[in-house]
């Protein structure tokens, strides 16, 4: 009764009804223009030409086909491990743990790829097997102490994103004896490198690019997360456990064994995203490898609003970002960090929807359900 | 209490409120006075709108239409401060009190007496008192509200408002968590106050309450005022006919049950409740095929945990339960709910639905994994929707569609959705807790039906509600739980309303009781 205090009263018009339709894309998108309108004055202020420098971020995202090759191969980790927080989210958890569970899926490919020998057909899916796999056993630690004990899966997994990070540190430093290291490496900053036959096959685009198998695939799990979560059962159980988990238990769902199964199969796709990474891109893995990728891929999955589609969309804008960020600094002679300040802007502005709503005077989110109609009124 | 109140002063008067949620009129022209020192029943379904109009008169909402007058003068009140000012209190259905503070403490929130920086405890409850003899409201100042029991909150909450010098006093359901017993000392009360010049308005859907305790009775249907009558000249039925726009049955049809064999058979059971306190004390009952038998009692007595427990819900401690035979002592929900088990819950809103989901969806709660729903892992959705849609045409839930979420639907809609989804497979035994809680009238009828003619197929059902009246329409018997345990069991007849709100209020009755196993 009282919750629907803040109900605007607004006539049902058209505009209404558009709205109610197509906010979740209406929002990120003016979430995404305001943050670049507020970047822009603090390019600004900071001396530099804004317009030379968003020309120059465009260009060096999207501006040529080398540009755009660039930013795909940058966005795939992105949307895959956007999916990864997203299905997490979908089943009522927040997985802070992508970038532990990246590492724990990286370091389960190394090993596939450094020490088997086989022939390619069987080694790549083997990689991407093992990575899935260690991704999920480590996403499966934070699932079960959540499910077992009620540990509270955002602390948990940030702790595991310590122990992995440290763990793989260790694993390709150690010289006494070497372990994942190379010897051949002096700097001793990276794994020894994959065997060919592991390494996934792409097309060569320019000097350095190689669009990669990993790309596809990335967009074929886009679909399977989106199958998986509306369209079996094993989905229903697991979004049911996490809109109301009261109700699921009344339903007969066995919650905690979800959470457990959502956990890891969140993790298995961060797992796999760093098994492409390694077998797709740099063909080892070194210890800074990720660098904040997992804690991106939240806001990569919190701007599209967990949507599986949707996630294509914000990964690429994500991966075009950073991938255009050093024309802009050329261009603008700005420091790169303006990107991420940018990006921060609009992760503030898509956590904060209420502000966009008020700039651009859009209705209120109604407190719980958009599409909440009745519980306002009545005896 | 039957006074011409047009003669006294008008102290409150809304003049052609009107309010639109999205997709809904929620009042529709309504005006209606409130003179000094009535008490005036605003009587209507779920979704008719009567919370809305206090809402607006309360100051949480605020009409597109209309204008509100408050001892004469128009008012425009756009919070609740504004009305307490303007000397408008409201009782909550559900208390706004906190349970760890005293009395007094609850009273003064928000309102607090000082001397200096500090709390002037003693003044605040020298007044608490005065105004409890005044109106007879007996509460002791310096208890621990968390230690009071229902009807003394709901004393606490009434002169919380009259503290803060309210004399038009708006009670929202204030009776649907009470005993029979305590539901006569707010009777009393409400005359206590009217007598001393207080207004009152008085929200219910309960019409024999209406019949007792209103001077005049203003009828909202569909955010409408449809009617205006005094008790000496309307009926139960009549009020009814007016809510809901037709005649409706207010006693179910029923032949005598032919009671068959035991389904549900529990024995010397315990259970704990969320505080790890025992809260069901070793009970014993049997519920055969074909039978009805009501649990009645006020809220709390056990009644949720022991639920609870024989849905598979809350682990026992003791005791075992067998259904058809079988052990399901501590068994999976799914193990007992796939012995045919149905379970209409008692918090629709927490454990029956999943208010985002679509109809459809809720529609297979727990059938989800099952042929046709199901092939394999995959969902049907045709299969799904057809279901559906059957269910919304049998049980007539009134919804723009199938793929709306549950939460669109009016509470008396979600429970028929509810009760159409347990119903749709085979059953041997229906649980259903507080199965017509807040919800209208027709809807009642309709599920009351539906629940006699489960146990005319053989159904054996169980039925918790903590409407004695329900209790007494639907049951072949009736166990009255008290403190955790059945304190006695009857055949339904034996025993008079009166009798079995003194045995639910925990007393004893002077003769002795048939206590039928």
């Known amino acids: 009764m009282a919750q629907a205090a803040t109900e605007t009263g607004i006539r049902p018009s058209a505009l209404r009804l558009f709205w109610d339709r197509w906010s979740g894309v209406l929002v990120p998108i003016l979430a995404v223009f305001t943050a670049l309108v507020v970047g822009a004055f603090i390019i600004g202020v900071t001396g530099a030409d804004w317009q030379a420098a968003y020309i120059g971020l465009w260009e060096g995202a999207f501006g040529s086909p080398r540009a755009f090759a660039d930013t795909v191969v940058r966005s795939t980790p992105f949307i895959i491990c956007g999916l990864c927080v997203a299905l997490a989210f979908k089943a009522g958890l927040f997985n802070i743990g992508a970038e532990g569970q990246l590492y724990a899926g990286a370091v389960a490919s190394v090993v596939i790829g450094t020490t088997l020998q086989m022939p390619a057909i069987f080694h790549i899916p083997a990689a991407l097997i093992a990575g899935a796999l260690g991704g999920a056993a480590w996403a499966a630690i934070a699932g079960f102490l959540k499910a077992r004990t009620g540990a509270h899966e955002v602390i948990n997994t940030i702790m595991l994103n310590y122990i992995a990070l440290r763990m793989t540190d260790w694993l390709i430093r150690s010289k006494t004896p070497y372990i994942l290291g190379d010897p051949a490496d002096t700097t001793g900053a990276r794994s020894r490198l994959v065997a060919e036959t592991a390494r996934l096959p792409g097309i060569q685009v320019g000097s350095s690019t190689i669009l990669h198998l990993g790309i596809p695939l990335a967009l074929v799990l886009v679909f399977v997360v989106a199958w998986l979560l509306y369209r079996t059962t094993l989905g229903f159980e697991m979004r049911t456990a996490g809109t109301n988990p009261h109700a699921a238990r009344y339903a007969g769902i066995n919650v905690p064994r979800t959470i457990i199964l959502a956990m890891a199969i969140a993790g298995s796709l961060a797992g796999i995203a760093g098994a492409i990474e390694v077998i797709g891109v740099r063909g080892a893995l070194s210890a800074d490898f990720f660098s904040g990728l997992g804690f991106d891929a939240i806001a990569v999955a919190l701007l599209a609003r967990a949507n599986p589609v949707g996630i294509i969309f914000s990964g690429l804008l994500w991966g075009g970002l950073l991938t255009g960020a050093r024309l802009m600094q050329v261009r603008a002679s700005l420091s790169i960090d303006v990107i991420k300040i940018v990006q921060a802007l609009i992760i503030m502005f898509v956590a904060a929807d209420q502000i966009v709503r008020f700039i651009y005077r859009l209705p209120k989110r109604k407190p719980g359900e958009e599409t909440q109609l009745s519980k306002g009124w009545g005896g | ?517």
């Open chain 2, 1 to 517: 209490m039957t006074q011409n109140g047009q003669e006294r002063p008008v102290v409150l008067e809304a003049r052609n409120i009107t309010k639109r949620f999205p997709g809904v009129v929620a009042n529709d022209n309504v005006s209606l006075k409130l003179y000094k020192g009535e008490v005036l029943a605003l009587l209507g379904e779920n979704g008719a709108g009567k919370s809305t109009l206090m809402n607006i008169l309360y100051g949480l909402y605020h009409q597109d239409e209309g204008e509100i007058f408050v001892k004469g003068e128009l008012v425009r009140i756009t919070n609740p401060h504004e009305s307490i000012a303007r000397g408008i209190g409201m009782v909550h259905q559900h208390f706004q009190l906190v349970p760890v503070m005293t009395v007094t403490e609850n009273i003064i929130l928000g309102n607090e007496v000082t001397r200096g920086p500090f709390l002037n405890r003693k003044q605040a409850a020298e007044r608490i008192r005065a105004i409890s003899a005044q109106y007879n409201l007996a509460v002791d100042p310096d208890a621990l509200v968390a230690d009071l029991d229902v009807g003394a909150q709901q004393r606490v909450e009434i002169i919380k408002a009259l503290y803060r010098n309210a004399d038009i006093l708006i009670l929202d359901e204030p009776t649907a968590v009470l005993t029979p017993q305590e539901a006569d000392d707010l009777v009393r009360v409400m005359r206590t106050l009217t007598a001393q010049g207080t207004s009152i308005i008085f929200i219910t859907h309960k019409l024999r309450e209406v019949l007792e305790v209103a001077d005049r009775i203003i009828v909202l249907r569909s955010g409408k005022v449809v009617g205006e009558t005094t008790p000496a000249q309307a009926t139960e039925a009549s009020l009814a006919a007016m809510m809901v726009g037709r005649e409706v049955i207010l006693k179910v049809e029923k032949q005598p049950a032919r009671p068959g064999a035991i389904v549900l058979e529990v024995r010397g059971l315990r259970v704990r409740d969320d505080r790890q306190l025992l809260a069901v004390k070793g009970v014993d009952l049997e519920v055969r095929a074909g039978e009805i038998l009501g649990i009645a009692g006020v809220q709390g007595n056990g009644q949720t945990e022991l639920v609870a427990a024989l849905t598979g819900l809350r682990p026992s401690e003791a005791g075992t339960i067998r259904i058809d035979g079988v052990d399901v002592t501590n068994a999976t929900p799914r193990q007992i709910s796939e012995l045919g088990v149905a379970h209409i819950p008692e918090d629709r809103q927490r454990d029956g639905l999943v208010a985002s989901y679509p109809l459809t969806d809720n529609s297979v709660l727990e059938l989800y994994y099952l042929p046709p729903f199901a092939r394999g892992i995959v969902r049907n959705d045709q299969a799904i929707n057809e279901h559906c849609a059957r269910l919304v045409k049998e049980f007539d839930v009134r919804t723009p569609g199938i793929t709306v979420p549950a939460s669109s639907l009016s509470g008396g809609n979600q429970q028929k959705l509810i009760v159409a989804r347990e119903f749709s497979r085979q059953l041997k035994l229906l649980i259903a807790a507080q199965p017509t809680r807040g919800i209208d009238v027709g809807s009642i009828e309709f599920i009351h039906n539906q629940i006699v003619k489960k146990r005319d197929e053989g159904v054996a059902v169980l039925l918790v509600s903590a409407e004695l009246d329900e209790i007494l329409s639907l049951a072949d018997r009736i166990a009255v739980m008290y403190h955790g345990q059945i304190v006695a069991t009857v055949r339904n007849g034996e025993l008079s309303r009166e009798e079995l709100g003194l045995l639910m209020a925990g007393a004893t009755l002077d003769r002795s009781v048939s206590i039928e196993v």
